[in-house]
């Protein structure tokens, strides 16, 4: 596009340069060296990581078989190849199939309404000052409030045991998502705002194509966190009030002198937390290609 | 080329600007604080004007103004005797922080102003197309701003501030953050794409050899409250080429706005620092480092 306006004194010498060469077929011993060579530090976080978690279990299995007592007593703490005999009965008992399915559903139910009402809301806020002055209040009063010190509110407010467990799986998630979502409102930068309008962009279609964006990190950041409250608050209830699902598992099993059983739930929630969040974050990437390293 | 020739189209000489009597002035406890006073500026349909001044005296809020995004506490903003109220398509925009949608490819960006317009998909996506092909920019229409460099960035802000047909531009301090190459590069661009489009631009920088080398026109503005201290007319032959920045006739304006903005810089600096005061500033440290000194 340009046009070189300068006198053509100035030679330019051809330097060969040093680019790829795709086409020459390499041996898959050589193919094999580059890839670990460019890997190299993540294959080296993996390595340890795996030597890390073999040694927790190690030492586990050897408080456990030594049932040592240092202060903490791990007498009747279950060793890792007893929990992992109970896994493999209770993969194959539809009981705690159940439990696991009953708990996710819970979950899904009461973190999506948090996300459907928490984001809008947050969005909204933050856009028109009259609703934020309104609703920030009430909102700032309840939110110190922990999930589980609704269980007997929400005992008393929800016809079902089952409703009133997804209402505090929902409170527990609910206020991060709204928090996050109102913090990245406040982040938007103006200039871009200013941008829009001047490319004749309406109000509707400023919080659609800049506000809503703009603000989209910062409410992945809300859901990410909301998941793993949601969880804390849904375990809670689940050992307060339940009847089944995942936390009732952990409790009843404690209550009927199944001590692997209860390392067998830990381990449970731990991996049902660790999922939900990778889906976040999964679900994120895809929504935000722009923030793709 | 036959064809980008075609799909821009160009459109009757419109976009005067006319700035009247404008001041404004912002409120604080202490109370009303003078940015801009008693200025009149204006813009012929077609011509280059641009503002320079010390930092801080209002150039930029002059430029908000005739943007809409600052309304003047008196006087009047017109484009083609239209009063200014509030942003619009009519008059685009070029920000020196780029601002680029960041959540948007290269093309979405150019594309958005024409969306807003209601054009529709395939359209809208031609004519972004033939736009970027303008700027050299169409291997990166996929692109997202991040992985662009500021010149390519600053671009595409060009482009897309050009893209729904503007009667003016308005640019504020656009190749400030860029290296000294990209920016003469820049400049170039910019007078291309300016000349191909008959538009009005009013441009604000603090260059002074920028401002020289693409204006018809440059106001030179007084320390805060800003109010025009100069108009000089540039005669420069079009098309202009770089090598005319060390032509006699260039250094001799460069020298005039050069004493112009130095004057007014001074007094923006609270008027204490003299040329005498300033010698002062030159200690001779007799071959001693500072700290053997201290």
Redesign the interface.
């Known amino acids: 596009m340009l046009r070189q306006e300068e006198p053509a004194e100035i030679v330019v010498k051809e330097e060969p340069i040093a680019v790829a060469t795709p086409e020459r077929r390499r041996s898959f011993g050589t193919l094999a060296a580059r890839w670990y060579r460019l890997n190299k530090e993540s294959l080296r976080a993996v390595a340890i990581g795996a030597i890390s978690l073999f040694v927790f279990l190690v030492v586990w299995h050897l408080l456990t078989t030594y049932r040592v007592v240092l202060f903490v007593r791990f007498t009747n703490v279950p060793a890792p190849l007893e929990v992992y005999a109970s896994f493999t009965k209770a993969i194959h008992d539809p009981k705690f199939l159940m439990h696991i399915v009953l708990s996710c559903r819970r979950i899904l139910i009461g973190f999506s309404l948090a996300a459907v009402v928490g984001v809008p809301l947050g969005l909204v806020m933050g856009r028109f000052k009259l609703i934020h002055e309104i609703i920030f209040p009430v909102a700032e009063v309840l939110r110190p409030i922990p999930a589980i010190a609704w269980v007997p509110m929400a005992i008393m407010l929800w016809p079902t045991n089952e409703q009133s467990i997804v209402f505090i799986t929902f409170l527990g998630s609910f206020f991060p998502i709204l928090v996050n979502t109102l913090h990245g409102m406040s982040l938007v930068d103006p200039v871009l705002v200013r941008a829009a309008q001047c490319l004749g962009a309406r109000e509707s279609s400023i919080f659609r194509e800049v506000y809503f964006p703009a603000s989209l990190p910062h409410i992945f950041t809300g859901l990410t966190v909301g998941m793993g409250v949601a969880w804390v608050s849904l375990i809670a209830a689940e050992m307060i009030s339940g009847q089944y699902g995942i936390g009732y598992f952990t409790w009843e099993a404690y209550s009927l002198v199944q001590y692997a059983d209860i390392a067998l739930g830990m381990i449970a929630i731990g991996v049902l937390g660790l999922g939900s969040s990778l889906l976040i974050r999964g679900a994120g990437q895809l929504v935000m290609p722009w923030r793709m390293k | 080329m036959i064809q980008a020739e075609r799909q821009v189209d160009v459109r009757p000489p419109l976009g005067h600007i006319e700035v009247e009597d404008f001041a404004l002035s912002y409120e604080t406890i202490e109370g009303s604080v003078e940015a801009v006073s008693n200025t009149r500026i204006h813009v012929k349909p077609g011509e280059f004007v641009s503002i320079v001044g010390p930092s801080g005296c209002g150039k930029s809020t002059l430029l908000n103004a005739v943007?809409?995004?600052l309304k003047p506490t008196s006087g009047k903003v017109t484009v083609d005797g239209e009063a200014v109220n509030?942003?619009?398509?009519e008059?685009?925009?070029v920000?020196q922080?780029y601002?680029?949608?960041?959540?948007?490819t290269v093309r979405e960006n150019v594309e958005?102003?024409l969306k807003?317009?209601g054009m529709p998909r395939a359209q809208r996506e031609r004519a972004a197309r033939t736009l970027l092909g303008?700027?050299?920019l169409e291997a990166f229409e996929k692109h997202?701003p991040?992985r662009l460099s500021g010149g390519m960035k600053q671009r595409v802000g060009i482009v897309?501030?050009l893209a729904?047909g503007p009667k003016v531009l308005l640019l504020d301090e656009p190749f400030g953050a860029l290296d000294a190459q990209t920016r003469v590069?820049m400049q170039?661009?910019l007078t291309n794409l300016w000349q191909r489009l008959k538009i009005s631009v009013l441009f604000v920088t603090h260059d002074i050899d920028e401002a020289i080398f693409l204006s018809d026109r440059v106001y030179c503005m007084t320390a805060r409250p800003g109010s025009i201290k100069a108009e000089i007319p540039i005669p420069l032959e079009r098309p202009r080429?770089?090598?005319m920045m060390m032509s006699s006739e260039f250094l001799a304006l460069k020298r005039g706005l050069m004493s112009l903005i130095r004057e007014e810089s001074l007094k923006a600096m609270g008027g204490e620092i003299t040329d005498l005061g300033m010698q002062g500033l030159n200690i001779d440290l007799h071959g001693h480092s500072l700290a053997e000194i201290l």
Do not use: H, V
């Not at chain 2, 601002?99 to 948007?104: D, H, T, V």
């Open positions: 943007a809409g995004f509030g942003p619009s398509a008059r685009g925009m920000f922080q601002s680029l949608f960041p959540w948007k958005f102003g807003m317009r303008l700027a050299g997202y991040e897309r501030a729904t590069i170039q661009i080429q770089q090598s």
